[in-house]
């Protein structure tokens, strides 16, 4: 089992994989940029061999970078799109460059409703982006489905990939707090939801999972993230997740609103409660 949190590089990756190392985790995801801007952090080529030093002495498996929230790949206004795609361009470079293995993209909202519309314009972000040469593997997110938003439904990721051209390089991250709010039920059907998902998307697409309780209840379409069991998944749902024979094999990264000691001690219940099973 790989598990990791979501950690600040803000000091440097080789930092955050220090970080990962002392809270428990086997590897982290941080963002590829300010998350809320388009600032970017410059890497020296110090800084890269430290990272790739840490990497290697602390054993810190698949890396995520997290695209910004400023992206939205499906948006009608031009300006908008241009800079989306820019970004996500450039951060894919950039983070394959820097041996980064997934990096994670939230699909975007779509104003007008147009979803078709949506759907072709992402692929031809993510063809873009993905020249079929690159090593990293860029991942659609599952989404709440509130709004116009795309994602919310597993047949709206698969439209995405079979307009893409590149489809060895594209794959899915699910986030089990928005799969919950989009109406999956991951508590008593668990089963039911994975055999749809591998009916619709395929489960060899599946290469992360974002480890989220929910804040509200199923198919509330909204995202809010809670730590593990104290949300509407509950915590012996997130375990059977967790063990699950179909995914246990993933890279699973907290993204609940903790701090990292926060993110230690989950990560100390998750290990105890499934060595007790």
Known sequence: MILGAHLSAANGLHRAAKTAHEIGADTFQFFSRNPRGSSKRSHTEKEIAAFRAAREAYHIGPVLAHAPYTLNPAAIRQETAEFSCAVLCEDVARMDALGIELFNLHPGTRADGDLEAGFSQVAAMLDRACSGDERIVVLLETMSGRGNELGGQFFHLQEILSRAQHHEK?????????????????????????????????????????????????????????????????????????????????????????????????LRTIKEALGAH
């Not at 909204?222 to 967790?242: T, V």
């Open 170 to 266: 594209i794959g899915v991250c699910m986030d089990l707090c928005h799969v919950y709010a989009a109406g999956y039920d991951l508590v008593n059907r668990l089963d039911l939801v994975l055999t749809e998902f591998d009916a619709v998307i395929g489960l060899e697409r599946l290469r992360a999972v974002h480890l989220n309780d929910s804040m509200f209840p199923l198919g509330s379409r909204k995202d809010r993230h809670m730590p593990l069991g104290k949300g509407h998944i509950g915590l012996e749902a997130i375990l059977r997740i967790l063990s699950h024979a179909a995914l246990r094999h993933l890279p699973f990264y907290l993204e609940t609103p903790l701090d990292d000691a926060g993110h230690a001690a989950e």
